[in-house]
């Protein structure tokens, strides 16, 4: 009995250490799993509560009416779907955050209604907003930002005249006993739109410390060329941004536009997308000062989402060439850097090598990104033609790991019908899953034997909760009389 025991402790820390290997390269955490939504199209922006909670937003394909439809759901911090609303209308829901009082809330772009907006929020509210100004007569949001007080800082692109521009915008949700029943448009900065050519579209928007905004996007004519600026809380551009005193365009290598951005906790900037065929990231200093530029991460595609911590730079896309050194979701990249020259991609980094990927998975891309507060980094976009959104252990990061494996001995392991669970923890609870994250069976905390004679043969995890959190165990399934 003695000897099964050690044997049975041996597997537990071999399987503990197997596992924390993985995470250094960059595996998935399946304490929340790889969450691929088969009824969504795909998931374009992710954010985390400060509970743990995750919110992501997205669209469906309808076929009956052959439009899309926008969606946005919400996940507790161990993967399970909490809620999620979709819009009858036909639009497409491209940003979403988190709001002070604890709501979820995404903005949508009527298809059939150039210049309406669509405001969804997790309890499956929606308001209708028309531009304030009648000059324009389009709107297209691509970024947004909760501010503190509670207002939405935003960013895309309005027609006006006939002509795309880049506009900022602030607006203010009016919640009445938890329900959304109205935007108002905040006067000190009212769709204010700034004329770069005759096709200029904001991409993304963050703020710095001192709470002036950053803006990155590009212009498609007359000349193709990215552009990042920043302006003051009221929208006027700040002459003091880099050594022109404005905003900066970036040029060369043919096609040069911005789809992401991040500011990092020292203001360092961070402006992704492509340049010339390739990938394409650039750093600037606080005061726009140009540090550096990378490009050739990969061939004719783009980065759309970054985000920047702890002297890390993770950057997501769609890059079918250079993710086959990088991970295993083929067509989608998430490459990880340090944030100095030459800014390299760390090759040691395979952030799906613990995702069974179907043989057939194509079309797959990175759209959202952010971390959470104890550094993972949750990921959202489209795999198999499907919605997905996973996390990243925080040892995947390389930031600070938080808590420590729960010691306890699953037995046997590989198990046939009975699992055994012996531990010196309080568990409050003890929930199965698959290593896809799909949730299969629940038992009551205080049971030491479960009966898993029902689950199909193969790999899956156990998670073990207590008041402190949450770790998860490796276990294989076998049957031997099936």
Not at 202 to 213: C, F, H, T
Not at 218 to 244: C, K, L, Y
Not at 303 to 321: E, K
Request: proline share 4%; net charge negative.
């Amino acid at each position: 009995m003695r000897t099964t025991t050690t044997r049975h402790l041996l597997l537990s820390l071999l399987l503990t250490l197997s596992a924390l290997l993985q995470a250094q390269n960059g595996a998935v955490d399946q304490s929340f799993g790889f969450k691929e939504i088969v009824n969504n199209y795909e998931a374009r922006c992710v954010r985390s509560f400060s509970n743990g909670n995750v919110l992501i937003c997205g669209d469906q394909y309808d076929a009956v009416s052959g439009s899309f439809r926008s969606n946005i759901s919400m996940y507790d911090r161990y993967g399970q779907l909490l809620s999620s609303y979709t819009n009858g209308l036909a639009a497409m829901a491209y940003v979403c955050d988190t709001l002070p009082n604890g709501q979820g809330i995404a903005i949508a772009t009527n298809i059939d209604t150039p210049g309406q907006l669509i405001f969804m929020t997790t309890d499956s509210l929606f308001v209708d907003y028309h531009p304030s100004t009648s000059t324009i007569s389009g709107i297209d949001v691509y970024s947004m930002k909760a501010l503190t007080d509670g207002a939405l800082l935003v960013c895309g692109r309005a027609t006006v005249s006939g002509t795309s521009t880049m506009f900022v915008s602030r607006y203010h949700p009016h919640i009445t006993g938890g329900r959304l029943t109205g935007i108002v448009n905040d006067p000190t900065l009212e769709e204010y739109t700034y004329s770069f050519g005759t096709d200029a579209q904001a991409r993304a928007l963050d703020v710095q410390s001192d709470g002036r905004i950053i803006i990155a996007g590009h212009e498609i004519a007359p000349q193709a060329q990215g552009i990042v600026m920043r302006i003051w809380p009221d929208g006027t551009i700040d002459g003091t941004f880099n050594s022109n005193n404005g905003p900066i365009t970036q040029t060369g290598g043919g096609i040069y536009e911005n789809y992401a951005l991040s500011v990092d906790p020292q203001d360092n900037i961070y402006a992704s997308g492509h340049a010339g065929g390739d990938c394409m990231t650039a750093c600037y200093s606080p005061d726009g000062g140009l540090r550096y530029t990378r490009q050739n991460y990969g061939n004719n595609q783009a980065f759309y989402t970054s985000a920047a911590r702890g002297g890390y730079l993770f950057v997501g896309g769609l890059d079918p060439v250079y993710n086959v050194t990088i991970n295993s979701l083929t067509g989608a990249a998430l490459v990880r850097t340090t944030s100095a020259t030459p800014f390299d991609a760390d090759t040691t980094f395979h952030p799906f090598s613990n995702v069974p990927i179907p043989s057939t998975s194509a079309s797959n891309s990175i759209f959202g990104s952010c971390f959470q507060a104890d550094g993972r980094l949750l990921v959202c976009g489209k795999f198999n033609s499907h919605a997905f959104v996973a996390r990243l252990g925080s040892a995947a990061t390389g930031l600070t790991e938080v808590g420590e494996p729960l010691a306890c001995d699953l037995y046997p392991n590989p198990a046939t019908g009975t699992l055994h669970i012996r531990t010196a923890e309080r568990l409050s609870a003890i929930t199965i899953y698959t290593l896809a994250g799909q949730h299969v069976l629940d038992a009551d905390g205080a049971a030491q034997q479960i009966d898993i004679s029902m689950l199909a043969d193969g790999p899956y995890l156990v998670g073990l909760s207590t008041a402190e959190g949450r770790s998860s165990h490796r276990l294989v399934s076998k049957a031997t009389n099936r």
